[in-house]
């Protein structure tokens, strides 16, 4: 399909939704993230996001989205979630 056609044809919350997936998953990340590792295996100690610009920018979208989720519970009531057993004591009346 030619660009001038996609340019009249796609809608515009349609490019916003592409421009934001391209933001979480910038093109070429895959080979970034091999590259990374086949350094990683040959000694290099630098962090991805300090080597490749497409890693620290999923990084970033990734703490970003961390902070924004604030319904998550964490520390001292997320352990008592995991320990917790049995849950209600309460029983339901038998028919």
């Keep these: 399909m030619p660009v001038y056609k996609l340019e009249e ?3 515009y919350t349609e490019l916003l939704k592409w421009i934001n997936f391209f933001s979480e998953r910038p093109i070429g990340w895959r080979e970034d993230q091999r590259t990374y590792m086949l350094l990683r295996a040959q000694g290099v ?5 300090n080597l490749f610009p497409t890693l620290k920018s999923m990084k ?13 519970p964490k520390g001292k009531f997320l352990d008592m979630m995991r320990k917790a057993k049995n849950g209600d004591k309460f029983k339901a009346p038998k028919f």
């Design 9 to 11: 044809e796609m809608p």
């Design 45 to 49: 100690k630098e962090k991805p996001e």
């Design 60 to 72: 970033q979208f990734a703490e970003q989205a961390q902070q924004n989720d604030k319904a998550v």
